[in-house]
């Protein structure tokens, strides 16, 4: 590898004086043989495909480069070390007048809302809307700021002094995140308010029986979503009396997430409402490290459990046409080491490109805690230090990849109809304390039915019972594994959709031994005129069947249903415990996919157009390594290596650039890269292009060619250096990264 200034040359020629004599003149005018210009393969404004969320303004080592900068909060921040405060109009300006589409975020069960709790907004006090536990503790999300019980005249205040300023402001789409009810709180004067205005009868202690926890957390739960309901068509009808199209977005933690850590939240109902334009799927290391059982063995599960979560998000939004963006974190909340931040962040990268039918992300959030925070060498080391120049490197080539990452009709390998119920009510039989009558530690029951097949290289998919009613809910659910051991139906609505399906070919799997406490709540089930000891006497009803049914496969229709008295968590918690169950769905698999057997095996892939990545996982089939043979640029290196044989062993992941596919068009351009390119022209014989990305940061970059260059010129760059690579042909160029752009021109 060569080091050079601002001109390189591989090949002396009659002409190469005059190049270096008209360098400054060529940034301006491209180069004398460059005549076809191609149009801008990305543009700042308009695609709103990769987003970053921060509550700084603009500055040179945060310039992400993604396309949508979400401003948080409506109140003045200060940069970094409290100086220089800057009002929200200002910060939002700050990176529109770098090219940024600007939207808006703020929480909204928790904010910089002093002036609502302190009497400042309406000249009264609002403590008493906080959530509060059994103890009568406020439970604060920080100083002066409780998480709040959203009451009218909460909702009243988040849509006067938050939703409107950012409107006038000129924004056109709302996020209010993480509508978040703690199932252990419940106790505070608001909620006992709210209790009798719903149910119209005195409130109850949540903690006296399940049936009191179960209807304390479908009130927090309608409360949410009744603030939301309530902001959202505030936003959008204010936003027309201005001419403006206000879209409203929800950034929200996957349902598994919630059900784990005991929060109460609306989920998949809002994709009903009409002032609902999408979410923020909020996966990223640490909801996906939450512990969970396999094999008899607790532990975590980083890769397999985003997967799923990713996959609850995709589902939930995927039949009712909302958007949703995917989120990873290259660090997270908690204090790690750089170490566990690159292997889980690498790991959460990979399970959200497994879905490709999403082609929408939140590359970060927080970038001034990514590039500006220091955090621990290793676990057992006291010394903190800033991102290293390889990881950040490595973490912008990520970043520039889902600015380019396609949506593809591709399917991840293994075979696909397996699916999963789930329902906002996993969520209702939730506390920190133990509940008399029922026990789900970890959520084993859900886990129960997923990972004995996720572990086997399954790509299983979620399939909501808020969804059931469309169409498209259906579309690849060959077998549908459910229980109602951790969850209930909201209404008996649903049911009919299920039989219908079991009744024109689908397979259902039932598994629970329906007599957990919540069976016994006021429910649909056992009111009216209805006498149901548990809601799955219902369905089975409907499907021509006995109440109770049995151990045991029965034909319905054209379709079947395979009952097993059993609690899903009884698979996972014990070692070999899932054998029979994968061995009863694998069967029924064949039957229903006309004779096709299950595939088994350790790991998940799936190719993007020229992407390809994947994991190979351990606890599985096999502790075999997967060996990929081709022509790559390896995109988890921070020198974007060309590799012809990558091998991956168990519980590492893979991510690269399949060179066959990029050859197929010979055009110029840069494959991968650790800025962001603008600008591109192709000629005859030169391509130019501009690259953005933060500062104090290295650029390394692979740029395709037809044959190798004559004269490279990257104007201003500091530290240029280069290498070409026959084989590929491509030219490795690496210089420091300036988020005011670097102008290049390569000549072959």
């Known amino acids: 590898m060569k080091t050079a200034n601002t001109v390189s040359v591989f090949r002396h020629n009659a002409m190469s004086w005059q190049w270096g004599a008209a360098c400054v003149l060529l940034t301006a005018s491209l180069c004398f043989s460059c005549s076809s210009p191609s149009s801008e393969r990305h543009s700042d404004g308009g695609r709103e495909k990769t987003a970053f969320q921060t509550s700084a303004a603009w500055r040179p080592e945060l310039d992400v480069r993604s396309d949508v900068a979400i401003v948080y909060s409506v109140n003045s921040h200060g940069n970094e070390g409290g100086k220089d405060v800057t009002s929200f109009e200002q910060r939002a300006d700050s990176w529109r007048k770098r090219g940024y589409d600007v939207h808006y975020m703020t929480g909204m069960a928790w904010g910089e809302y002093q002036d609502y709790f302190n009497g400042s907004w309406d000249g009264k006090t609002h403590f008493d809307e906080g959530q509060m536990n059994v103890h009568g503790d406020t439970i604060w999300h920080g100083p002066g700021v409780p998480y709040v019980v959203p009451t009218l005249n909460f909702i009243e205040y988040m849509k006067q002094c938050h939703i409107k300023r950012a409107i006038d402001a000129g924004i056109d789409a709302i996020y209010l995140e993480e509508p978040e009810f703690w199932a252990f709180a419940g106790y505070s004067e608001a909620f006992k308010r709210e209790w009798k205005d719903y149910y119209g009868s005195e409130w109850k202690p949540q903690n006296e029986s399940p049936e009191s926890l179960y209807l304390s957390n479908k009130l927090k739960y309608h409360l949410f979503y009744r603030a939301l309901d309530e902001c959202f068509s505030f936003a959008k009808e204010y936003g027309r009396s201005k001419g403006m199209d206000v879209r409203c977005y929800v950034p929200t933690h996957s349902l598994i997430n919630y059900s784990q850590w005991n929060i109460v939240s609306p989920e998949a109902s809002l994709a009903s409402l009409d002032c609902v334009d999408g979410y923020i799927a909020q996966v990223w290391t640490g909801t996906s490290r939450v512990l969970n059982y396999f094999d008899g063995k607790i532990g975590e599960r980083v890769f397999e459990t985003a997967y799923l979560e990713y996959g609850t998000l995709y589902s939930m939004t995927e039949p009712t046409g909302r958007k949703v963006f995917?989120?990873?974190?290259?660090?997270?909340?908690?204090?790690?080491?750089?170490?566990?931040?690159?292997?889980?962040?690498?790991?959460?990268?990979?399970?959200?490109?497994?879905?490709?039918?999403?082609?929408?992300?939140?590359?970060?959030?927080?970038?001034?805690?990514?590039?500006?925070?220091?955090?621990?060498?290793?676990?057992?080391?006291?010394?903190?230090?800033?991102?290293?120049?390889?990881?950040?490197?490595?973490?912008?080539?990520?970043?520039?990849?889902?600015?380019?990452?396609?949506?593809?009709?591709?399917?991840?390998?293994?075979?696909?109809?397996?699916?999963?119920?789930?329902?906002?009510?996993?969520?209702?039989?939730?506390?920190?304390?133990?509940?008399?009558?029922?026990?789900?530690?970890?959520?084993?029951?859900?886990?129960?039915?997923?990972?004995?097949?996720?572990?086997?290289?399954?790509?299983?998919?979620?399939?909501?019972?808020?969804?059931?009613?469309?169409?498209?809910?259906?579309?690849?659910?060959?077998?549908?594994?459910?229980?109602?051991?951790?969850?209930?139906?909201?209404?008996?609505?649903?049911?009919?959709?299920?039989?219908?399906?079991?009744?024109?070919?689908?397979?259902?799997?039932?598994?629970?031994?329906?007599?957990?406490?919540?069976?016994?709540?006021?429910?649909?089930?056992?009111?009216?005129?209805?006498?149901?000891?548990?809601?799955?006497?219902?369905?089975?009803?409907?499907?021509?069947?006995?109440?109770?049914?049995?151990?045991?496969?029965?034909?319905?229709?054209?379709?079947?249903?395979?009952?097993?008295?059993?609690?899903?968590?009884?698979?996972?918690?014990?070692?070999?415990?899932?054998?029979?169950?994968?061995?009863?769905?694998?069967?029924?698999?064949?039957?229903?996919?006309?004779?096709?057997?299950?595939?088994?095996?350790?790991?998940?892939?799936?190719?993007?157009?020229?992407?390809?990545?994947?994991?190979?996982?351990?606890?599985?089939?096999?502790?075999?390594?997967?060996?990929?043979?081709?022509?790559?640029?390896?995109?988890?290196?921070?020198?974007?290596?060309?590799?012809?044989?990558?091998?991956?062993?168990?519980?590492?992941?893979?991510?690269?650039?399949?060179?066959?596919?990029?050859?197929?068009?010979?055009?110029?351009?840069?494959?991968?890269?650790?800025?962001?390119?603008?600008?591109?022209?192709?000629?005859?014989?030169?391509?130019?292009?501009?690259?953005?990305?933060?500062?104090?940061?290295?650029?390394?970059?692979?740029?395709?060619?037809?044959?190798?260059?004559?004269?490279?010129?990257?104007?201003?760059?500091?530290?240029?250096?280069?290498?070409?690579?026959?084989?590929?042909?491509?030219?490795?160029?690496?210089?420091?990264?300036?988020?005011?752009?670097?102008?290049?021109?390569?000549?072959?």
């Open 326 to 748: 995917f989120l990873t974190d290259p660090i997270e909340d908690r204090p790690r080491d750089w170490k566990d931040y690159k292997q889980n962040y690498e790991a959460t990268y990979v399970a959200e490109l497994l879905y490709p039918g999403n082609d929408n992300f939140e590359v970060m959030p927080w970038p001034e805690r990514i590039y500006l925070g220091k955090y621990k060498v290793s676990a057992a080391s006291d010394s903190m230090e800033s991102i290293s120049p390889a990881f950040a490197t490595q973490m912008q080539i990520m970043v520039n990849a889902l600015n380019d990452m396609p949506k593809s009709d591709s399917r991840v390998s293994g075979s696909h109809g397996v699916s999963v119920l789930m329902a906002n009510s996993l969520m209702f039989q939730r506390d920190e304390e133990k509940i008399k009558g029922y026990e789900d530690p970890q959520l084993a029951d859900y886990f129960g039915l997923a990972m004995p097949f996720v572990k086997r290289g399954v790509p299983v998919s979620m399939l909501h019972l808020e969804n059931v009613a469309y169409e498209k809910t259906w579309a690849d659910t060959k077998v549908l594994l459910m229980t109602y051991s951790n969850m209930k139906p909201m209404s008996e609505d649903c049911h009919a959709h299920i039989a219908r399906w079991v009744e024109n070919g689908g397979t259902l799997v039932y598994v629970s031994r329906d007599n957990d406490a919540f069976c016994r709540v006021p429910e649909w089930w056992n009111s009216g005129t209805n006498d149901f000891a548990a809601p799955s006497e219902h369905l089975f009803g409907l499907m021509g069947m006995q109440r109770h049914p049995s151990d045991g496969i029965y034909n319905v229709g054209k379709g079947r249903v395979c009952v097993i008295r059993q609690d899903p968590k009884e698979f996972v918690m014990q070692a070999d415990g899932d054998r029979a169950f994968v061995d009863l769905v694998s069967d029924l698999y064949e039957k229903s996919a006309d004779g096709e057997k299950i595939l088994f095996k350790n790991s998940f892939m799936v190719q993007r157009g020229c992407y390809l990545a994947g994991a190979v996982m351990t606890e599985s089939v096999s502790d075999e390594s997967l060996t990929l043979s081709g022509l790559y640029i390896d995109l988890f290196d921070p020198q974007l290596g060309i590799v012809q044989s990558k091998t991956v062993v168990p519980g590492d992941r893979f991510f690269l650039y399949d060179l066959s596919r990029a050859s197929v068009d010979a055009t110029p351009r840069v494959l991968a890269g650790a800025a962001r390119v603008y600008d591109e022209t192709v000629g005859t014989r030169c391509y130019s292009f501009t690259c953005k990305s933060p500062a104090g940061t290295d650029n390394v970059m692979r740029i395709l060619l037809p044959s190798q260059p004559e004269e490279i010129n990257a104007e201003a760059a500091d530290g240029l250096d280069y290498a070409w690579d026959e084989k590929s042909k491509t030219l490795l160029l690496t210089f420091a990264n300036d988020p005011d752009g670097v102008d290049v021109i390569v000549k072959w």
